[in-house]
């Protein structure tokens, strides 16, 4: 696959099967790196949708299962990782015990994990510290679906956050983003992974939305 200084991944979420396939065209998947097999998806079909999405790819896009682990760290990780996850998402308001597993877990497996801020108590300083410890490799800076329909903007949100300024762990950046205010998080997040969901699924023309994405990224100066 063709690595890219900023990768640019697809959230697929509140979609059925049928939805899911009618969308990874070879057109769109040509400009994606990741494909995000959603929370949503997952607690619709189960774990079984990610191996059919493996499929739908022709195993040649990066797979990222968005578990949202809370709990069962290693148990729930190695369900994903047999299921074919590349990548799988923990939750940052997690126990520290369960942080472990799933970091031990992942890397003694060779993939990636994600730590999840969407449910990080920004008063719990120590937290913060141990999500540095931790070393997660990406922490997603994420709006919540339900934050962004409310009118809620990603950059206003990461204002309040200790990992933007001190630059110190790959982001991911997610939520309500979309081709025309794309250019402003990639100068002020500068992240590695942009993700993208519902400007694309739901868009009337999901391929041209996908393309204008890839474009910006891919045209951006970020330092």
């Known amino acids: 696959m063709n690595q890219r200084n900023v990768l640019f991944q697809i959230a697929l979420d509140i979609l059925t099967k049928e939805e899911v396939k009618d ?7 040509a400009t994606v790196d990741i494909v995000e097999v959603g929370t949503p998806l997952i607690i619709r079909y189960g774990l079984s949708i990610v191996e059919q999405i493996k499929n739908w790819t022709n195993r040649e896009k990066i797979l990222f299962a968005d578990t949202k682990i ?5 148990w729930e990780t190695n369900e994903a990782i047999s299921a074919g996850a590349d990548l799988v998402s923990v939750l940052a308001g997690a126990s520290s015990y369960t942080l472990d597993e799933v970091r031990d877990t992942a890397h003694s497996n ?9 449910d990080l108590s920004l008063s719990d300083q120590n937290k913060i510290e141990f999500i540095y410890s931790l070393s997660p490799d990406y922490l997603c800076i ?3 679906t339900d934050v962004v329909k409310r009118g809620g903007s ?3 949100f990461s204002r309040e956050l200790p990992f933007i300024s001190s ?8 939520g309500g983003i979309h081709s025309l205010n794309l250019s402003d998080i990639l100068k002020s997040l500068q992240p590695t992974i942009v993700v993208a969901g519902s400007s694309i699924t739901k868009a009337s023309d999901p391929i041209l939305e996908a393309q204008t994405i890839r474009r910006t990224i891919d045209e951006a100066t970020l330092f």
């Not at 969308?23 to 998947?29: D, F, G, R, S, V």
């Not at 630059?167 to 997610?174: E, G």
């Open 142 to 144: 994420h709006l919540s």
């Open 110 to 118: 060779q993939i990636k994990m994600v730590v999840d801020i969407i």
């Open 70 to 74: 809370v709990d069962a760290g290693r």
């Open 167 to 174: 630059r110190r762990l790959p982001l991911m950046v997610a």
């Open 23 to 29: 969308l990874l065209t070879p057109e769109l998947l």
């Open 154 to 156: 990603l950059l206003e």
